[in-house]
Structures are given as structure tokens and as C-alpha cells.
């Protein structure tokens, strides 16, 4: 942008805009922001979606319980975003129906206005969730985001229905409503990609050391983690989506204190055998008026969660400790026939959800909002992120933007609503269409190995296989259809350096594979980088 301040020397070397951070957000914002013609750089310390958005429930969703909270404004953006999201990429997000089971002992978490409000003016109702007022909520879910794409919600009768099946026969009455699921850490990365492609530099890897104000510049200090090289860039506006270490970053990188908190709260998962057959998913109120997820997950296996935990420190790594395992798992039990124990249990995860401090009495109450609090007093403008949910971060990204607007003159203006991110060019309904042309294209294609390729790359899939007539030219076979094709995409286009990257991020075929085939992509992605290290000297 020519209108900026000019600086003494050559100005090819500094950005508009630094983003610290490379999860949902700070991608999003840099995808956003080199869209509209700036010259961006974002720093990421580890892996893209290394925390907090890679451990979501991976749903696009209004967050019906908030409207509980009367967080209308939330849920009315969130509901909206659902389609235009979907849009964009029908590859890693598709429709879902949730099947809400309900009984006459359902009752409020204690502390929502809606409670508070019914105690009041119903106090019969002693806490009690009337189908009445779910009804109501559902109806508002249905129309306060224009919903066009995605069906209505429905009355369902439990008994001999595929829904009832795997239910405890208490269970008469059901509703179902639409969200969307989306696989979170394939949507970072997908921003990332776009965001490069349109200019931006990516830096993974590296991690913000310091960061000063210089007049009119911001002067940022960076190190590779894995080689220690530190390297100094410069940029007329800083943004902070730091996530979990928002705060940590304006104290001890940054030097500034801010009024502003967070409130990390931790969300555990746990993923067990397949627990049913059919394809949707179960939301389940508890006594205590908490809800949580059963959803069908990566074909053979179901997810649950989630836990809402105070987390003190973002340095220590989240974990679903035994009694959130306890607490899931006898949830869960209140409502399938087959009990759930510890050894249904195959993987658990944890992340920490960086939210804005409200003063809300209790985790659950803490708002889901986004907060953006820009700082232009000092000199260079810092904008930092407080809060959000992955939901909202395309809105977020056009707000932190706005916000910026005024520092940037001749902005562009937005664009990102419904266009498509890398491989996501195809209609909504077009997934089968997808699968059938690909093994169509390569019958050596299983069912299971297409469909994958598919709902992880959309129409680049192609270009992975590439001319291959059969799985022996794709390189190494391993395992679970993971093949050296694949794994140097990845290396090459998505910035994956370890088998933790492909195995947990870039896909979840860590659920698949054993301990000595792990090891053996380990040792080949080890192989390559090096050889690639050697041949760049």
C-alpha cells in the first residue's frame, strides 16, 4: 500500500501486516488481509493448528445452548457463517442431523438467564427443560440465520427407529435439528495455503521472541525452532492471535499490559469403537444441565465430548485427565443401552479454548464471543484476538479488517464470503459425484481410500495420484491407504514437517496405524527434509 509511511532504506522487506499465531484465526486474518492486496507474514512457533484448533468438537454450529444465554447476536452470525462456510468448502465440512433424545427430567445449567428467568416466573418448574421451550429454541435456530441450505428441525419417534436403537428404551422422543462438521486443523491449514497463494509468507516453526515498536514499524524478532536461526522483519501493523498465549505475548514478547483477560478453558474428548450404524449424531442433556456430542467419526469410531475445565497455565499441555474420562463416559451411559467403560476408549484429546474473560461465574457460562481491542496510541497499531469459535472466524477475519481500516488506506474490501478454499470448487451436493469420478479415474481405489482423498483434498485429490495406474507408483505403502504420494504433498504443499503432523493434523490416520509403521513415516519424512536441507546448502 503506497500511502503508507515510507521508511529510510529499501521497503521490500516490510509487511503491512504481522500475524502471530497459526491457528483458525490468525490464518484466517492472513488469508483475509493478502486478499485484499496487502503484503503479509505469519509466524507459527510449532505446527499449523498445533492447539487449540485442532482439539474442537469439529462442528460448524449456532451453539443452540447458547441461545440459553440470550447470545442472539452469536448465534444469529454463527448460523449464517454455517452456509457460507459450507459453500467453501464441501470437502472438509458436510451437513449433519442431531438427534436430541427428550425426557421429563431434563433441567437448566443453574446459572443461565433462561433459568433464572423460569425460576422466576415458573417456579413449579423447579429447573425443569419443557419440550415447550426446546421447541421454541430450535425454532429460533431454524430462522434467525436465514437458513437455506440445510433442513428444518424435527419431531422423531424413538421407538423401532434407527435413532432409538442404541438409545436406553426410556427414550420415546426425540428432536432433530442441522449443523455442519468440519475437519478444524484441514481448515487452518486450507487458509494458510490460500493465504500463500495470494502473497502471503508462512512460517511455521518459528516462534516471536520480541516485538517493538519503531516509530511508525513494528521490528519483530523471530527464532526457528528447529534450527535456532533468528531472523528480524518488519511490518507496519502487528495482530496478535496468539490464542491460548494472547496474553503471555503482550507481556513478555511484546511488553505491554493489557486490562484485557482470557479464560482458558479446557475441552476434553474421548473417541470410542463404533457405537451405532447410522450416520447422525446425538445431542445429550444431562441432569446437571450440561449437554455433550456423540457424533460418528473417521467411519469406524465415535466421538464424545466435551468437557468445559478452568485451565491456569497455556505452557501446560491440556490432557483429558481420568475423571473428565469418568465424567464423559457415565454421561454417555445415561443414555446408551450398551455401557461405555475405559476399554472402549481408543484415543482422547484435549485442547485449550482461549475465551474471553466476561466474569462469568463458571466455564460453561463464559462467552463464546470474539473480542478484537486495537491499540494505535503508541505508534504502529496492534490489534490483538480475545476469544472466538472456529465458526465465526471468517467473520472475525473481516472484523479485525475493518477495525484495521482506518490505518490502511485504500483497504480493499472484503471478499472471502463464499469463495472457495483449495480443492473445495465443486457444488455442495457434489461429494459421491466426486468419489465416483476418482475411482472411476483410478480403479485401484478402494471405497474407504477415495472417499478419504476426497473429504480431505476435494478436487486436488487428482493431483496427488497424479498419471499412477495402480498403488505401486505412489511411492511407500504405510499403511491405512497412506502412501509417499500423499506424505510429500503434504511436506511440499501443507506445511507438514513430522509423522505427528500428517497423523493427527493433516488427517487422523494415527487411529490406524501401529507404533512401528508410525515410526518407519517418521524416519522417511526424516530422510527427505534432510536430503532437502543438503541439496538447498
Known amino acids: 500500500m503506497k500511502d503508507f509511511p515510507a521508511v529510510a532504506g529499501d521497503n521490500s522487506d516490510i509487511h503491512d501486516l504481522f500475524v ?28 499449523l493448528a498445533a492447539a487449540t484448533s485442532s482439539a474442537s468438537t469439529k462442528l460448524f454450529h449456532g451453539g443452540l445452548r447458547y441461545l440459553e444465554y440470550f447470545e442472539f447476536r452469536l448465534v444469529r ?19 449433519k442431523r442431531f ?26 418448574m423447579k429447573g425443569r427443560r419443557p419440550a415447550w421451550l426446546i421447541r421454541l429454541g430450535l425454532f429460533l435456530y431454524d430462522n434467525l440465520g436465514g437458513r437455506k441450505q440445510l433442513p428444518g428441525a424435527a419431531t422423531l419417534d424413538l421407538r423401532n427407529s434407527p435413532e432409538g436403537a442404541p438409545l436406553q428404551d ?10 455442519c462438521w468440519v475437519e478444524d486443523s484441514r481448515l487452518v491449514v486450507l487458509n494458510a495455503r490460500d493465504a ?37 522483519h518488519y511490518a507496519r501493523i502487528l495482530v496478535n492471535a496468539g490464542g491460548p498465549w494472547v496474553g503471555d505475548i503482550l507481556q513478555s514478547r511484546i511488553h505491554i499490559n493489557s486490562r484485557e483477560g482470557l479464560r482458558l478453558v479446557r475441552g476434553s474428548h474421548i473417541v470410542t469403537r463404533k457405537l451405532y ?9 444431562g441432569t446437571d444441565g450440561r449437554i455433550i456430542f456423540a457424533i460418528p467419526y ?3 469410531f465415535t466421538l464424545i465430548g466435551t468437557t468445559d475445565a478452568e485451565h491456569e497455565d497455556p505452557e501446560v499441555k491440556p490432557v483429558c485427565t481420568p475423571e473428565e474420562k469418568r465424567y464423559l ?28 474473560d466476561d466474569g462469568a461465574s463458571s466455564a460453561t457460562a463464559a462467552t463464546r464471543d470474539y473480542t478484537l481491542k486495537l491499540e494505535a496510541t503508541g505508534g504502529a497499531p496492534l490489534l490483538n484476538i480475545f476469544g472466538g469459535k472456529i465458526t465465526t472466524y471468517r467473520r472475525l477475519a473481516e472484523s479485525a479488517l475493518e477495525a484495521l481500516e482506518p490505518h490502511v488506506p485504500g483497504l480493499k474490501p472484503a471478499w472471502t464470503a463464499g469463495v472457495a478454499l483449495p480443492g473445495g470448487d465443486f457444488p455442495v451436493d457434489g461429494v459421491e459425484d466426486q468419489i465416483a469420478w476418482l475411482r472411476k479415474a483410478y480403479p485401484f481405489l478402494t471405497e474407504f481410500w477415495a472417499r478419504r482423498l476426497v473429504r480431505a483434498y476435494g478436487t486436488e485429490a487428482a493431483e496427488i495420484l497424479g498419471d499412477a495406474r495402480g498403488p505401486g507408483d505412489l511411492g511407500p505403502d504405510f499403511g491405512a491407504t497412506l502412501t509417499g504420494a500423499e506424505v510429500s504433498w503434504l511436506m511440499e504443499k501443507e506445511y507438514a514437517h513430522t509423522a505427528e503432523d500428517v497423523l493427527w493434523r493433516r488427517n487422523k490416520l494415527g487411529l490406524r496405524l501401529s507404533d512401528g509403521e508410525v515410526a518407519v513415516l517418521q524416519d522417511w519424512m526424516a530422510a527427505r527434509r534432510a536430503e532437502e536441507r543438503a541439496a538447498a546448502e
Open 20 to 47: 502471530i499465531g497459526g491457528g483458525i484465526n490468525g490464518c484466517g486474518i492472513a488469508r483475509d488481509a493478502a486478499g485484499r492486496g496487502l503484503k503479509v507474514c505469519l509466524a507459527e512457533r510449532d505446527d
Open 77 to 95: 452470525e454463527s448460523l449464517i457463517e454455517r452456509e457460507v462456510l459450507l459453500s467453501a468448502m464441501p470437502h472438509i465440512s458436510w451437513p
Open 99 to 124: 438427534v436430541l433424545p427428550y425426557h421429563k427430567d431434563m433441567r437448566f445449567e443453574s446459572e443461565t438467564p433462561t433459568s433464572r428467568l423460569l425460576s422466576t416466573v415458573m417456579p413449579w
Open 170 to 179: 426410556r427414550f420415546e422422543t426425540a428432536f432433530e435439528y442441522s449443523d
Open 196 to 232: 500463500e497463494a495470494r502473497g502471503a509468507r508462512i512460517m511455521t516453526r518459528t516462534g516471536v521472541i520480541r516485538a517493538e515498536r519503531k516509530d511508525d514499524l513494528w521490528e519483530i524478532g523471530t527464532r526457528d525452532t528447529e534450527t535456532g536461526e533468528l531472523c528480524t
Open 277 to 285: 450404524d447410522h450416520d447422525k449424531c446425538y445431542f445429550f442433556q
Open 298 to 300: 473417521e467411519t469406524d
Open 329 to 356: 463416559l457415565d454421561f454417555a451411559n445415561q443414555y446408551f443401552k450398551e455401557s461405555l467403560s475405559d476399554e472402549d476408549i481408543v484415543w482422547t484429546y484435549s485442547g485449550v479454548r482461549p475465551l474471553y
